[in-house]
């Protein structure tokens, strides 16, 4: 499956199936594009079926560098659903965020 393919399919279930906002569904798509723009400028030749945690682990490494904690904690929230999404339509069988930890939110 394509990138393009699976993040339009995704917010496509945001949208129907969970119902949410035109804003939320936004950030959620934005933030897999910023993941597939960071395997493009990399050049990693990988699909969202074959994508695996270390791989995730750089893209968030690079994120830490120029985001907040809680942006990136909303990012990794945002990631973990999608690949969760991909288990659930059987295009995966694992969830290669399942072991990543957000940054810890201060109050």
């Known amino acids: 499956m394509k990138w393009e393919t699976a993040i339009s399919d995704y917010t496509y279930y945001l949208r129907i199936e969970r119902g949410l906002s035109k804003n939320s569904i936004d950030s959620y798509r934005r933030d897999l594009e910023k ?47 999608f690949f969760g999404y991909l288990i659930f339509e059987e295009y995966r069988k694992d969830n290669p965020m399942e072991l990543i930890e957000a940054p810890k939110l201060g109050r």
Request: hydrophobic fraction near 35%; charge should be neutral.
């Open 35 to 81: 993941l597939h723009q960071y395997l493009i400028k990399h050049e990693i030749n990988t699909t969202p079926e074959k994508i695996d945690e270390e791989l995730l682990q750089g893209f968030i490494y690079e994120l830490a560098k120029t985001l907040q904690a809680r942006s990136q904690a909303r990012i990794i929230s945002g990631l973990k659903g």
